[in-house]
């Protein structure tokens, strides 16, 4: 599964868009884009998904240039409550098991 | 439906003592993983079940731990002669075998060994 690289910590206010940028150089033809979101003692959520172009549910937004190298994840004016690690996957279309880093840790603040 | 629900919360148990934690996925779905996670860092992948069928062991996954799926329902993992680096938030997700479809995590049991 390719590797991929995020910030380790971002900073933000209430009410601006954070955009969280992934790095994924050896990403391979089978492989999607996958964000999930970590609150302290929770297990991750699922946030989005893609494969290319640009993807958009509820929560966030999911931008991917065509050559796939990387991904930036748009969250639309955020509040305390979206402050929690965000991490970037890739995962293959076989379903199998999910690859962590260390994820984004993102404070918003007042 | 109520998510993936997981047995106990916490757990404080002393060194070489065994300890059990349960995992009841979303009842629909075919597969359930084993994460394990400690202070600062990513979920890492442990073991995960396709029905009742263990397809996957990481090598985290010593000798002293143990994974059971009966019947393809709910899930145990064991760790026998419990250490101190045993330490951490285990982690149970389930999901769909289809494509594009996430993984539901449950909200972890904490064990502290002492």
């Known amino acids: 599964l390719a590797k991929t690289t995020q910030p380790i910590s971002m900073d933000s206010y209430e009410g601006q868009e954070v955009n969280i940028t992934c790095s994924h150089n050896n990403i391979a033809t089978n492989d999607y884009i996958t964000w999930y979101q970590q609150f302290p003692s929770q297990g991750p959520r699922f946030i989005i998904q893609g494969y290319k172009t640009k993807v958009t549910n509820e929560v966030a937004s999911l931008f991917i240039p065509a050559d796939r190298k990387s991904s930036t994840l748009s969250l639309p004016r955020v509040s305390l409550s979206d402050t929690a690690v965000y991490y970037c996957l890739a995962r293959n279309n076989a379903g199998n098991m999910l690859t962590f880093g260390g994820g984004t840790r993102l404070m918003v603040k007042p | 439906d109520t998510g993936v629900s997981q047995n106990p919360r916490h757990k404080i148990t002393k060194r070489g003592q065994n300890v059990t934690f349960r995992c009841d996925p979303i009842s629909e779905h075919n597969r359930l993983y084993w994460y394990r996670q400690t202070l600062g860092q990513g979920p890492e992948f442990l073991t995960y079940?396709?029905?009742?069928?263990?397809?996957?062991k990481s090598r985290l996954l010593s000798d002293r731990f143990s994974a059971e799926r009966p019947k393809g329902s709910f899930s145990t993992l064991e760790i026998q002669r419990t250490e101190q680096g045993d330490s951490a938030m285990y982690l149970c997700?389930?999901?769909?075998?289809?494509?594009?479809?996430?993984?539901?995590f449950g909200s972890g049991t904490r064990l502290t060994v002492v």
């Open positions: 079940f396709q029905n009742e069928a263990q397809l996957e």
């Open positions: 997700a389930s999901s769909l075998l289809q494509v594009g479809y996430g993984y539901t």
